[in-house]
């Protein structure tokens, strides 16, 4: 607990002296500053919601020749490139076996982003990212969008095609999993043992393309379909070692309605995945997920001030045969209840608070979650429950100072001993701080 202390004290010492995906290329771009587009990135506000809408371009691109044609080639006088640097230290309840505490990252992730308006109606938001775990560059979230906007029904409808790297990395929410909360978290602790396919399981590791339309301004629909595309693995794909090998595609769905009144703001939806996969091959039997699930995002200004919500539950539905008979789970039909539910206050786009509590329930099965240190559970349970505090620091719009801790009530279906190596759930709580820089 001193250690946890220690860590508080020298953000208080810092703050004495926005970790911004709001790309900056897109700022010079729109000649617009960062929270235009966001109350607390990546958290989008509802413009940027529109900017995204309408494949990131806000800016006139025609050109003309000395004859007054207009030429094919649109270049924006800015070049569309941006970069982030995140250097962390995270300090845990109690050290993991083996491991100092107080793990460093320097830089825990280096982004370099090609985000931008490439033509009149195509953008892309596209991030290569540096990660301190791996020593490497390695391609991270990547939208290419067209968009485009005509009448039906009288009413606007905007509508457009995402060829994306990751299942809602294409979402206007931030409710859904590839931009929800946390926004900025530890890569040093430890992991739970389950997680639905929807919950970033196939992030950067398939390729997918869908279409998209917003009709009257309230009523959304989204489906894309994905294929294996295993970044860094040889092609064609092989399937050897990987997890998750899709047959045929893997079809997302998303629906979501928003409504305004007395200002405020709601957004309820759903969305979902179908994912059939040959476990470390391209044949043979098969595991199949199917993840829908449901979402809120609310939305309040109180005066230059924000208060906001969001909400989401997946219902996950395994049937493991594959998995089964290489012995690796004892019962072939599965399932994972996931539930996250965070809240944020804003002071003038400068300070900022957040709550949050997360919750994962499941079947028990010995097999599919075995015992281990640290990382396993004794029981073979999933249950893991926990809570997250979060401040956050503005002094520039382009620099964030970040607090964040993150406690657990349950860890892999247990308070105590829940590893069978003598580890508590609480042993995992981690105090996590951050210097966001984006240029």
């Not at 500053?33 to 989008?44: A, G, K, M, W």
């Not at 809602?168 to 929800?180: H, I, K, M, Q, R």
């Not at 309230?218 to 994905?226: G, I, R």
């Not at 279906?413 to 042993?427: E, H, I, V």
Request: glycine share 8%; proline share 5%; aromatic share 12%.
């Amino acid at each position: 607990m001193k250690k946890l202390l220690s860590l508080v004290a020298s953000v208080y010492l810092l703050l004495g002296v926005q970790y911004a995906r709001a790309v900056p290329s897109f700022a010079r771009q729109t000649g617009l500053s960062c929270n235009v587009c966001h109350s607390d990135p990546p958290e989008l506000t509802a413009f940027g919601r529109n900017f995204k809408l309408h494949g990131y371009v806000l800016t006139d691109l025609t050109k003309k020749d000395k004859v007054g044609n207009t030429r094919d080639l649109l270049l924006s006088k800015y070049i569309p490139l941006s970069a982030m640097v995140i250097v962390s230290n995270t300090a845990f309840q109690a050290d993991q076996p083996a491991s100092q505490n107080n793990a460093a990252g320097f830089p825990q992730q280096l982004s370099i982003f090609l985000a931008g308006a490439f033509a009149t109606h195509f953008g892309s938001l596209a991030q290569v990212t540096y990660t301190h775990s791996d020593d490497h560059f390695g391609m991270d979230n990547t939208d290419l969008r067209y968009a485009n906007q005509h009448k039906f029904a009288g009413q606007n409808l905007d509508y457009g095609i995402t060829v994306n790297n990751n299942p809602t990395v294409e979402d206007l929410w931030n409710s859904t999993p590839a931009w929800g909360f946390p926004w900025i978290s530890t890569a040093s602790g430890v992991s739970p043992l389950a997680s639905p396919v929807i919950n970033g399981n196939l992030g950067q590791d398939v390729a997918g393309v869908g279409g998209y339309g917003m009709w009257n301004d309230h009523l959304y629909a989204d489906l894309t379909v994905y294929r294996t595309e295993h970044a860094g693995a040889p092609t064609p794909v092989t399937g050897t070692n990987q997890s998750y090998n899709i047959h045929g595609v893997a079809p997302y769905w998303r629906a979501a309605w928003q409504q305004t009144w007395a200002g405020n703001y709601l957004e309820v939806g759903t969305y979902g995945i179908y994912v059939s996969s040959y476990p470390g091959a391209i044949s043979g039997p098969q595991d199949s997920y199917i993840d829908p699930s449901v979402d809120f995002q609310y939305e309040r200004p109180f005066g230059p001030n924000l208060l906001d919500m969001h909400g989401t539950w997946i219902h996950e539905a395994s049937q493991l045969d594959a998995t089964h008979l290489n012995k690796g789970a004892t019962t072939k039909s599965n399932h994972l209840n996931t539930l996250k539910f965070d809240s944020t206050y804003h002071w003038r786009t400068r300070y900022t608070v957040t709550g949050a509590l997360f919750s994962t329930t499941g079947n028990t099965d010995p097999a599919l979650y075995a015992p281990a240190a640290l990382t396993g559970s004794r029981n073979g349970n999933p249950d893991t429950s926990g809570y997250i505090a979060q401040f956050g620091f503005w002094p520039v719009q382009n620099i964030n100072i970040d607090l964040n801790y993150s406690g657990y009530f349950k860890f892999n279906g247990s308070s105590t001993n829940y590893d069978g190596a003598l580890r508590s759930a609480s042993d995992n709580n981690t105090a996590f701080m951050a210097l966001w820089l984006n240029f």
